[in-house]
């Protein structure tokens, strides 16, 4: 599947998990500002990216599929829609294998990480840094994950190798 194709389907998954909101939830683990709502999705942990993104939940309104795609943008590390399907190919390739594996990496931390590198190149006097040379360090990276490590991060998609009697 091409990668914006792949984004195009995410941002419908988003937008088709959000219109699962059921009642006004019980559950006072975690709280979004005056309006709390239960999920029933298949694709997105909708609780946490909305606590992590400060979306808001108001009474009778649900997020359209225009907001889902601008969401999925920021996920990616695009400031908005508009930009994500305007990208370079080599770069929306990218993009998608960050999104892919944001269970094993966390791309708000990986976008931190490329910064410091970026700026430790500059500061010895290497002005270059391509997608491919970032497409190369995060295969690399992502070849040493450790799923055991402490410091693992879940990302926003659901794992889909549980079953659904796991509680």
């Known amino acids: 599947m091409l990668p914006l194709e792949f984004f195009k389907l995410q941002a419908k998954h988003l937008h088709r998990d959000l219109k699962t909101r059921t009642s006004p939830s019980t559950d006072l683990g ?20 909305m606590w992590d993104m400060g979306l808001s939940e108001e009474p009778g309104n649900l997020f359209s599929l225009m907001k889902c795609q601008h969401i999925i943008a ?25 999104f892919e594996n944001q269970n094993k990496i966390n791309p708000q931390e ?31 990276t992502l070849s040493e994950y450790d799923p055991s ?6 990302g926003y998609l659901l794992d889909k190798t549980l079953s659904e009697d796991v509680v």
């Open 149 to 154: 490590d402490l410091f693992h991060r879940g």
């Open 30 to 49: 975690m709280f979004y500002g005056d309006f709390y709502y239960d999920y029933d999705p298949m694709f997105f942990n909708v609780k946490l990216l």
């Open 74 to 98: 920021q996920l990616v590390g695009f400031s908005s829609w508009n930009d994500l399907i305007h990208a370079p190919n080599k770069e929306l390739e990218l993009r998608k294998l960050i």
């Open 110 to 140: 990986w976008r931190i990480y490329i910064l410091d590198v970026m700026s430790a190149l500059e500061e010895q006097g290497v002005h270059i840094f391509s997608t491919d040379n970032e497409k190369e360090l995060y295969e690399r």
